[in-house]
């Protein structure tokens, strides 16, 4: 995960819409920001998003 993916889910989060897992709205959210790469992101590497929303690790 690079820096400005973690940021964008960042930003998601900040914006308290929706919960975290639920992954399909989150990817609307991204969408709708024009956060392209997190959308990409999610529908390649859900394990590492998952992890990072547990854990914070990368």
Known sequence: MDSKV????????????????????VQHIAHEM????????????KDKYVRFILTGEE
């Not at 973690?6 to 709205?25: C, H, P, S, Y």
């Not at 024009?34 to 590497?45: A, G, I, S």
């Open 6 to 25: 973690k940021e964008q889910i960042l930003a998601v989060r900040d914006t308290g819409l929706t919960n975290m897992f639920d992954t399909r709205t």
């Open 34 to 45: 024009d956060f392209l790469e997190l959308v990409t992101f999610l529908e390649e590497n």
